[in-house]
């Protein structure tokens, strides 16, 4: 079977794309005429991600992010059809795992930081040629509002979002020399899989913290949204968030941090 085609279509390449934000922002961008490169380890569901798109828009692309190598192999197959371009390279792919530090087994933090921060560093370096190829192109890391403040039960997940909260403002100015512009979008908590992570360590899960703390959700279609904002430059940004609870977040991180150190202090256990 022939390869679907960009035929001068514009590019999006897009990580993590079976599921959750990653396939909110495909169906987005198909939506708008773009053609999508979807890329994951999960071969399932890029299947049903490439039907829910449909075949004439976009090529699925297997793609652990922590791999080098498949970076390459998969650049190069998406410039195949792309005719040489990529408008857009949208580092989604991220895992979490949630519970206190001694209770994640330095086997789930290494996971983390590989996938979260290095994978985003590979792509980054891996997509560059294209993105300089390409006028007017966009390289958009999604982080988090973690990335703004340092949560219990979520320490390195919300380093691995700082790291790549500084990665975007870092290459925002070198990229800049070959026209290259960088975004970095932070979602609040929204309905993805994600939500569902845990640890070995620990029963608890992100969304027993949600229903604790009563936070917002948001949908999808919210984060694909700001995702597609991010892409056409609109506000002239660098961050972009996605929700009011993650703005109203990020405004007391920069005006009331003591407040928020406060608020998120866990309480002695109990002898």
Same mark, same amino acid.
């Given at each position: 079977m022939?390869?679907?085609?960009?035929?001068g279509?514009?590019? $999006?390449f897009?990580?993590?794309?079976a599921s959750?934000?990653g &396939? #909110?922002?495909?169906r987005? !961008?198909?939506?708008?005429?773009?053609?999508?490169?979807?890329?994951?380890i999960?071969?399932t569901?890029l299947?049903s991600?490439?039907?829910?798109?449909g075949?004439g828009n976009g090529?699925t692309?297997? &793609? +652990?992010v @922590?791999?080098?190598?498949q970076w390459?192999r998969?650049?190069?197959?998406?410039a195949?059809?792309?005719? #040489? @371009?990529? +408008?857009?390279?949208l580092?989604?792919?991220?895992?979490a795992r949630?519970?206190?530090?001694?209770e994640q087994?330095?086997?789930?933090?290494?996971?983390? $930081? +590989?996938i979260?921060v290095?994978?985003?560093?590979? #792509?980054a370096r891996?997509?560059?040629d294209?993105?300089k190829?390409t006028?007017?192109s966009?390289? %958009?890391?999604?982080a988090s509002?973690?990335?703004?403040?340092?949560? =219990?039960?979520?320490?390195?997940?919300?380093a691995?979002?700082?790291a790549?909260?500084g990665?975007?403002?870092? &290459?925002?100015?070198?990229?800049?020399? !070959?026209?290259?512009a960088? @975004?970095?979008v932070m979602?609040w908590?929204?309905?993805t =899989? %994600?939500?569902?992570?845990g640890s070995q360590?620990?029963?608890?899960?992100i969304?027993d913290? $949600?229903r604790?703390?009563?936070s917002?959700?948001y949908?999808?279609?919210?984060a694909a949204q700001?995702?597609?904002?991010a892409?056409? #430059?609109?506000?002239?940004?660098l961050?972009?968030i996605v929700?009011?609870?993650? @703005? +109203? $977040?990020?405004?007391?991180?920069?005006?009331m =941090?003591?407040?928020i150190?406060k608020r998120?202090k866990v309480?002695p256990?109990?002898?």
């Open positions: 022939a390869l679907a085609s960009a035929n279509r514009k590019s $999006i897009i990580t993590g794309a959750g934000i &396939l #909110g922002a495909a987005r !961008f198909a939506r708008e005429g773009w053609f999508v490169g979807l890329a994951d999960d071969k569901g299947k991600a490439l039907a829910a798109i075949p090529i692309l297997d &793609l +652990d @922590r791999d080098r190598s390459t998969a650049m190069t197959a998406f195949k059809v792309s005719g #040489g @371009r990529m +408008d857009v390279l580092n989604n792919a991220g895992i949630y519970g206190f530090l001694e087994s330095p086997e789930e933090g290494d996971l983390q $930081i +590989d979260n290095k994978g985003v560093v590979n #792509g891996a997509g560059l294209l993105l190829a006028a007017g966009t390289l %958009i890391n999604v509002c973690a990335g703004l403040f340092g949560a =219990p039960r979520m320490a390195i997940y919300a691995t979002k700082f790549v909260r990665l975007s403002e870092a &290459l925002e100015a070198e990229f800049s020399r !070959f026209g290259v960088v @975004r970095c979602p908590f929204v309905d =899989p %994600i939500l569902n992570a360590g620990s029963n608890l899960k969304t913290a $949600i604790e703390g009563g917002a959700v949908t999808v279609e919210e700001v995702i597609w904002d892409a056409q #430059g609109k506000g002239g940004k961050n972009y929700g009011k609870a993650g @703005r +109203d $977040i990020a405004f007391a991180a920069r005006f =941090p003591g407040s150190r998120l309480a256990e109990s002898a």
